[in-house]
């Protein structure tokens, strides 16, 4: 495995910002920088061994800094929306940031998907570390919190999340690369499966009520491998509150999901140790100029972005996300890479 550093250009503000390619003996890279410890390219060989990067993203620096979407980026503290953007902990109310509409989303108006990153080599892989202060974005505590990103040789791309705090907080972090296993065009075909009975339902806002739904009978079953368009335009109040699917499904075991495109060849296999994972089918993603120039337009590609169940702290029967002084958090997620 080689890992290569250069210059990734300069903020708005003056500071520089650095990437690190990783390749490994399969063919497989991963670009990484450490502004948003944001993952550029995945490159991964399809059926005749040539390179398809198969994640969205920006060919320049400004175009991170200027548009949102979070493409690659890693999000935090609190990955998806808290409702009314306020929480209580310890008898104290926190105020955060309304950048959803009256919802907090993704760490606020600056989460860590805007932070430059300390990033490193470690053997291997790539470390990325930074030390959110007491009062970040009115979350309390302060919080270190490190993100270790490794390609392996057999082209599993392992993503291992630490964090420590001095005082009570909320954690729950999570990355939030756009997939795109043909490298281009829209995945309304490609296949797709979840091992997921339940799913949090939705208000209007996307925001989780606190009730789980069963998949049985409804679009959001994809127990058995189906195409992600074969039923996203049903008749479906839940789809038409989210555009299609922007939803957090309860995982019924450390695999996740299984992400296939008959086009490439190129299969995906997420598993993690977290209780949920959002399934976003980018219906939210605006018409723009990516990489090579190519446009990138709604339904452009997957997230799935495991994590602990969103609006936690108003929906009392979900996982906490309250990280406790003292307390280690230590997660994996795992998307592993192979040809049908």
Not at 147 to 164: E, G, I, S, W
Not at 175 to 198: D, I, M, P
Not at 211 to 229: A, N, Y
Not at 274 to 280: H, K, S, T, V, W
Request: proline share 4%.
């Amino acid at each position: 495995m080689a890992v290569e550093f250069f210059d990734f250009g300069k903020l708005s503000d003056g500071r520089r910002v650095s990437a690190a390619r990783l390749t490994n003996r399969a063919g497989a890279s991963m670009t990484v920088m450490d502004y948003g410890a944001t993952i550029l390219s995945l490159c991964i060989p399809d059926r005749d061994g040539k390179p398809v990067d198969v994640v969205l993203g920006y060919d320049t620096l400004a175009e991170y800094e200027q548009h949102g979407d979070y493409l690659g980026a890693t999000i935090g503290r609190v990955g998806n929306r808290i409702g009314k953007a306020e929480f209580s902990l310890n008898g104290k109310t926190y105020t955060l940031a309304k950048n959803d509409g009256e919802n907090h989303l993704h760490g606020g108006n600056e989460g860590f998907d805007k932070k430059i990153w300390r990033m490193a080599a470690q053997g291997d892989s790539l470390l990325c570390r930074r030390e959110s202060p007491d009062g970040e974005e009115n979350y309390p505590g302060n919080l270190k919190v490190q993100v270790l990103f490794t390609l392996t040789a057999d082209n599993r791309l392992c993503l291992t999340y630490d964090a420590d705090t001095d005082a009570d907080t909320l954690v729950n972090l999570t990355n939030h690369s756009y997939f795109n296993l043909a490298g281009k065009g829209n995945v309304l075909g490609h296949k797709l499966q979840l091992f997921s009975e339940r799913f949090a339902e939705n208000d209007g806002g996307c925001l989780p009520t606190g009730k789980l739904l069963r998949v049985d009978g409804t679009p959001f079953d994809f127990r058995v491998e189906k195409e992600i368009g074969a039923d996203i335009g049903a008749d479906d109040e839940q789809l038409k509150r989210a555009g299609g699917y922007d939803h957090n499904y309860v995982l019924s075991g450390a695999k996740a999901a299984v992400l296939y495109c008959p086009e490439t060849g190129i299969e995906m296999t997420v598993e993690t140790d977290l209780p949920g994972m959002q399934f976003y089918s980018a219906n939210f993603l605006t018409e723009r100029k990516g990489k090579g120039g190519r446009v990138m337009t709604p339904r452009e590609a997957a997230c799935f972005e495991t994590q602990l169940y969103p609006n936690a702290m108003n929906c009392y029967a979900f996982p906490s996300p309250v990280l406790r002084a003292g307390a280690h958090l230590h997660t994996e997620t795992s998307y592993a890479f192979r040809i049908r």
